[in-house]
């Protein structure tokens, strides 16, 4: 038995004999060879920008399907759900039809697929649910009980449609974390979820530096900039530059496990191309709350999380990507602490976006307590602000999760997303104590850095309940805990 890059045993007399002359990095090999061919074909019917979004998408396909049909690391079922969550990457950038206030695209298409799918197996097994034992019950538990008390506030929404609309997203959302946990949570399954992520993040960091010198965007029309600036400012697979800024924080603490505690030199470099291009990506976009959340996580990655060899080689990385920056772009670093500066001076002079997140602070307290605790209704934290007047600013979209949730759902929902949130960071942290190989151990600490920088990453977008990198993050640590807590306490494979 051999135990390749993937983390996952490969018995060699299994293989067939072409695939015992291929080693772990034809993965690599393959997904460069096949996005580098497939963007210059793109490249003559799209901009440069769309060609290198959509090779990188089919380059992907052709890797994942390689890994089912080629090399058996992968069941039908864990790459179907891969390729599901390869296309929430996209999102509507690879096509979408809008149903009056809904819109379907390939994603959501094959979220429907597999949920029928996952039916049929449970009617096939005789339709019996089984939780008392189930690794995960706890955390199934509170997203239930958080969908349901959503539709019972339909009760006293005074914007029923736009509770149904959030219950419809939310639905569909965790409708994806629960496929995501049982279907990924073997060790080839959540191996495959890290590559697949840092694959996406490489990709979405080519089209955001295409997009900051070329002002060609993969759907985003130029008629819908407002400025120039706004033109050459990297927006990846969104249309909004806070939304790519949040995936880009919640992706850099992959980089940076790869570049304090990679194996091989290859690892090293490809964590510090991509922490570095990130960064750079990050205040391209402007985001306050995406650089904060990068700060947190790097403080909390060098002090808690890397040990005392690996944090001297990470130290040391960053000394020098600093100091190449201090060199050939001696104002990036003053420009990114003079945008986190300038927070507490809009706040002091009650001007500009902190003076208006302060203002929707207020009004979304002022919600959960007209609401006497029990929130105004799924969905309904927005209209509820619009209908005052905006927060004073006309702005109604809240643009801090953590208040969307407790203005809309109340105390008791808050409370429990709170429990949730922390029980999820502390079994990742029990897992990472109790980790048997190494790849176990390096996963859940950046996955562990990933959830505390989200705490900060989730105050930039106006609202991050459509925002699938999110849910894909969860999905992704709680796949790892059932992992982790099956091959610990025998529990059967998914």
């Not at 976006?353 to 307290?365: E, K, P, W």
């Not at 099956?486 to 529990?491: E, K, T």
Request: hydrophobic share 55%; net charge positive.
């Amino acid at each position: 038995m051999k135990s390749g890059d993937w983390g996952v045993p490969v018995s060699t007399a299994e293989l067939p004999r072409l695939n015992r002359l291929l080693s772990d990095t034809s993965v690599s090999v393959a997904f460069a060879v096949g996005f580098a061919g497939l963007s210059a074909l793109f490249y003559v019917v799209f901009t440069p920008t769309s060609a290198v979004a959509y090779a990188g998408f089919v380059a992907a396909i052709c890797v994942l399907l390689w890994e089912w049909v080629g090399r058996r690391l992968l069941s039908g079922r864990a790459t179907f759900v891969l390729v599901m969550i390869l296309t929430g990457f996209y999102g509507i950038t690879l096509g979408d039809i809008p149903i009056g206030g809904f819109s379907v695209f390939p994603y959501r298409i094959l979220l429907g697929v597999a949920l029928l799918g996952a039916t049929g197996i449970w009617l096939a097994n005789g339709a019996s649910i089984r939780v008392s034992r189930h690794p995960l019950r706890w955390y199934y538990g509170f997203l239930a009980a958080w969908f349901l008390y959503g539709a019972v506030s339909l009760v006293w929404s005074t914007a029923p449609a736009a509770s149904i609309h959030e219950l419809l997203v939310l639905g569909l959302a965790l409708i994806l974390v629960v496929l995501c946990a049982e279907s990924l949570s073997t060790a080839s399954g959540v191996r495959h979820f890290k590559w697949l992520w840092i694959a996406m993040l490489a990709v979405f960091l080519v089209v955001g530096i295409l997009e900051n010198q070329l002002g060609l965007h993969i759907r985003t029309k130029i008629m819908e900039m407002p400025t120039l600036a706004a033109l050459y400012r990297p927006r990846g697979p969104f249309h909004n530059t806070n939304d790519f800024a949040t995936l880009l924080a919640l992706s850099m603490p992959f980089a940076m496990v790869l570049m304090a505690r990679g194996r091989r030199s290859s690892g090293y470099v490809l964590g510090g191309v991509l922490f570095g291009a990130g960064i750079y990506m990050i205040r391209l976009t402007g985001s306050r709350a995406g650089m904060a959340s990068v700060l947190l996580e790097t403080v909390v990655f060098v002090l808690f999380i890397v040990r005392r060899k690996a944090r001297w080689r990470f130290v040391g990385t960053m000394a020098v990507l600093a100091c190449m920056v201090a060199t050939f772009a001696p104002g990036y670093l003053a420009g990114i602490l003079a945008s986190l500066q300038s927070i507490a001076v809009q706040l002091s002079r009650g001007v500009g976006s902190a003076a208006t997140r302060l203002g929707l602070v207020r009004s979304s307290l002022s919600a959960l307590i007209s609401s006497y605790g029990l929130g105004v209704g799924a969905g309904n934290i927005q209209p509820w602000i619009a209908a005052r007047g905006g927060a004073g600013s006309g702005v109604s979209s809240v643009h801090n999760w953590w208040l969307e949730i407790l203005g809309s759902y109340g105390i008791l929902v808050f409370a429990g997303y709170v429990a949730f949130y922390l029980g999820l960071i502390r079994a990742l942290v029990r897992a990472r104590r109790t980790a048997l190989t190494d790849w176990e151990r390096r996963l859940s600490e950046g996955l562990i850095v990933s959830l505390v920088g989200f705490s900060l990453a989730s105050i930039g977008p106006s609202s991050i309940m459509a925002l699938r990198a999110h849910w894909l993050l969860f999905a992704f640590a709680l796949a790892f805990v059932y992992h982790a807590r099956r091959s610990r306490q025998g529990f059967p494979a998914p």
